[in-house]
Every structure is written in C-alpha cells, then in structure tokens.
C-alpha cells in the first residue's frame, strides 16, 4: 500500500486493477503493483476523457436486464443498487426506445425489464466489445456491501438496544433505503424482530457499523 496513492483520482480504477492481479497472481511483487497502478490510470483516463452527455445501460436484477438511460451515472446506480451493471452504449431516450422496440418480445410489458436470452446477451457482449465495460466504480449492490479493495471486516458489536425499521434506519444515518435492503440482502445485518405493523427491525448500532466501515473504504 506504500506504492499506492490514495489520493490519487484514479484511486478506485487502481483498487479494481490491483483485485484483478491479485485473483491471478498469490503474491504481488512491486513491479505487479506498479504495472496495476498503471493500468488503473489508463482506465481511470479512458472513462473520464470526453464522456458521453448521456448513456443507455444495461444492468442485472436477478435473472432479468434493466434497459434504461440516464446522464449521471454514479447517482442513478446509487439508487438503483443493480447485482450487475452488465453494459452500456452512449444514447439518450430515443435510443432506449429503440432498444427497447428491438428486444420487445422478451420485455416483461410496458417495465423497462426484460428477459435473457441470446439475441440480448449477444448485443451486450457486442457492447462491451466496442465501448469496454462498465466503470468499475460505478455502484453496485455487491460493490456498496463488499466493496472488492480496501475492505474492513465490520466487528458488529451493539452498545445499544434500540430497534429500527429500514425507513428509520435510512433516515438517522442519512442513506437510501436501498443501501440498507442492500445490507439485508447480503446479511451484513440481521433482524432482531418486528415493530407491531409486522416490519422488520434491525439494531440501529449495527447499521451504523456497516456504514462507517463503508465510509472507510475506497
């Protein structure tokens, strides 16, 4: 970590680029860390340099793709949450439409969700051939929850017995309700009952664990 600049904007590109090494290789040696670092830049360059105005992706929720647009990509996918940011093409509304029109027979009615199938995932491939993957900093369920760099164990220990609900949660600590669900959902917190409308309850103390171990990370 004494080669890595944390300061550095390319900072989260380097994280991914030095996760990659590290899957492939058991130990990483200076010259390893200093070739991730330079392809985290080069990464970090390609995606910041003239970007598009506006974006059309491609994103996973359980088996089905989500085919919308949307020209601030870090806040769309901070709310969306998606398991999977799959793909994306440069386009506004006309070529959601037009995207949405060419895979009609696996949408799932008016929803902008459709169904895999080969003509799709062909098209995505496609996609990320001619204008390479998504950012790797862009937010993603797994990333919020189990960010893949950088990551510190969360020691759920409550100093408190106060019992929240996901709304109440999000409210204190000041996130998206969505964040919270994430949490649930990859069991970085537990119920600990339910409030007398039959929603569940979480320590709060737990959730503020979660994000302040969340803050911590890149």
Same mark, same amino acid.
């Given at each position: ?8 904007? *390319?900072?989260?590109?380097? =994280?991914?680029?030095?996760?990659? #090494? /590290? ?11 200093? =070739?991730?670092?330079? *392809?985290?830049? *080069? ?12 974006? $059309? ?8 793709? @989500? ?8 806040? &769309? ?6 398991? +999977?940011? $799959? ?5 506004? /509304?006309? $070529? ?19 169904? #895999?199938?080969?003509?799709?995932? +062909?098209?995505?491939?496609?996609? &990320? ?10 937010? !993603? ?21 106060? =019992? ?5 949660? *999000? +409210?204190? %600590?000041?996130?998206?309700?969505? !964040? ?6 990859? @069991? &970085?917190?537990?119920? $600990?009952?339910?409030?007398? @409308?039959?929603? =569940? %309850?979480?320590? %709060? ?11 911590? !990370?890149?």
């Amino acid at each position: 970590m004494d080669l890595v600049d944390q300061g550095d904007p *390319a900072f989260a590109h380097i =994280a991914v680029a030095l996760q990659r #090494r /590290r899957d492939r290789e058991p130990t990483l040696t200076e010259e390893a860390i200093k =070739a991730a670092i330079e *392809a985290g830049r *080069a990464e970090w360059a390609r995606v910041t340099t003239a970007p598009p105005e506006s974006i $059309v992706y491609y994103v996973r929720r359980a088996h089905l793709i @989500k085919i919308g647009t949307t020209i601030q990509p870090h806040a &769309r996918f901070s709310s969306l949450l998606p398991d +999977e940011i $799959v793909a994306w093409e440069p386009g506004d /509304r006309r $070529v959601e439409t037009e995207r949405h029109q060419q895979f009609r027979t696996a949408r799932l009615g008016q929803t902008e969700y459709f169904t #895999r199938n080969p003509d799709l995932d +062909e098209h995505m491939d496609a996609l &990320r051939v001619e204008h390479g993957a998504p950012d790797p900093t862009w937010p !993603t369920l797994d990333s919020v929850t189990n960010p893949p760099f950088g990551h510190r164990e969360v020691n759920l220990v409550a100093q408190s017995s106060e =019992a929240v609900t996901v709304a109440e949660g *999000a +409210e204190r %600590l000041g996130v998206v309700r969505a !964040t919270i669900y994430g949490w649930v959902h990859r @069991k &970085r917190i537990k119920a $600990v009952g339910a409030d007398e @409308k039959g929603r =569940a %309850l979480y320590l %709060l103390d737990h959730m503020r664990c979660v994000a302040e171990a969340r803050s911590l !990370t890149p």
